[in-house]
């Protein structure tokens, strides 16, 4: 007669749940409306909620932010996502989750779609930044903790070391602030006039070749 362990999936249950426990996970504190900490937090996981100057949840020195899709549409927009991107990359792993329906991402009035293609292919080629679709905010905690459970634990920083920018990202940091320009626009601009110098004392004309209709409201704030 062969006899069945009736207790050894709950076990294997109290058991990850031990093993989750030494494992501290750092979530900014304004996630704290979402669910993905409570998911969290049932998993077993420990959780310490401060404010992160970069991304939403820090786990083993991996910086994830985590964007939904309506969220990251209106970042889009604003042009607030390539920042947070170009943050994200001072830590040497990082994440961006995008969380939510993919129909609604890809299908709406607000955003043209290629407005979104381009942001994907960006954030791969310039920016190479990995993206992971979740579905809800349960989904992702499961991602998150997936990623909690990698061996190599280190020290968590909350402020990674920056990287040092050379001059030309440093003109296209400065230039993507303006409203507008973003990175393809901004690189144009190099291209064209070499130094923020010579860009800031172009003719109108000469603007428009690269800016069209927005040459007007750049040259009001840059004189």
């Known amino acids: 007669m062969t006899f069945h362990n009736i207790f050894s ?3 294997k249950a109290a058991n990850e749940q031990e093993d989750n426990k030494k494992v501290k996970i750092i979530i900014d504190d304004r996630e704290k409306n979402s669910l993905v900490p409570s998911e969290l937090i049932r998993l077993g996981f420990q959780i310490d909620f401060q404010h992160l100057p970069i991304g939403d949840y820090l ?6 932010e985590r964007k939904t899709t309506s969220d990251l ?3 889009i927009i604003n042009k ?16 961006l989750i995008i969380e939510g329906n993919k129909e609604f991402l890809f299908n709406n009035e607000i955003l043209n779609l290629n407005a979104i293609k381009g942001f994907l292919l960006s954030s791969q080629i310039n920016y190479k930044i990995p993206i992971i679709f979740s579905q809800n905010e349960k989904d992702t905690a499961l991602y998150i903790s997936l990623l909690a459970k990698r061996k190599e634990h280190k020290e968590i920083s909350i402020n990674p070391k920056k990287r040092s920018l050379d001059k030309e990202e440093q003109v296209q940091y400065i230039l993507e602030g ?3 320009i973003g990175p393809v626009k901004a690189r ?7 130094s923020l110098k010579n860009i800031i004392n172009a003719s109108k004309i000469e603007l428009e070749e690269i800016l069209g209709k927005n040459t007007s ?7």
């Open 178 to 180: 303006f409203p507008n």
């Open 73 to 75: 549409k209106s970042s």
């Open 59 to 64: 786990i083993n020195n991996i910086a994830i």
């Open 80 to 95: 607030r996502i390539f920042a947070q991107m170009q943050e994200l990359k001072q830590y040497p792993l990082h994440l």
């Open 188 to 194: 144009a601009l190099i291209k064209k006039f070499s």
């Open 9 to 11: 999936k709950t076990e």
């Open 217 to 223: 409201t750049f040259l009001e704030l840059t004189n």
